[in-house]
């Protein structure tokens, strides 16, 4: 038996400036984007791993009004789920994010204890978003 990642959901508040981000900055493909009864999801795809999705999502979609209530308090306040994505040159996608201005800049290019080169930054959302150098 194998199980292989297919996809994860990243929550955001504003979609639009979300899908600008991971599309024009990170260089993601947008796949599709689709809306039901006020519920709206963009699918993306990274480059190098076409057939892993990532969902942009709003807090609201398929929860209740009160738990997607909760679930936005936690998005304003940047409590949620981190992602990391990984890069062939940090210094370059580091410079691209800072200049672009729609990031929240958290930690510049480290070279960290356990030998990872990384760098972090909350997205559009305030998502916490860490990449690494592949």
Request: net charge negative; proline share 5%.
């Amino acid at each position: 038996m194998t199980v292989s990642l297919s996809g994860v959901h990243i929550l955001v508040d504003d979609p639009d400036a979300s899908l600008a981000f991971y599309r024009d900055v990170l260089g993601f493909t947008k796949l599709f984007e689709a809306e039901n009864g006020g519920y709206r999801w963009i699918t993306l795809s990274t480059p190098t791993q076409p057939e892993i999705q990532i969902v942009l999502e709003q807090p609201h979609g398929g929860r209740s009004q009160e738990n997607g209530d909760a679930v936005a308090a936690l998005l304003a306040k940047g409590e949620l789920q981190m992602i990391n994505f990984t890069t062939d040159d940090l210094d370059a996608t580091f410079e691209r994010i800072s200049a672009a201005g729609s990031a929240e800049i958290l930690q510049e290019p480290t070279d960290m204890p356990w030998g990872q080169r990384d760098a972090a930054f909350r997205d559009p959302a305030g998502n916490l978003v860490r990449i690494a150098q592949a």
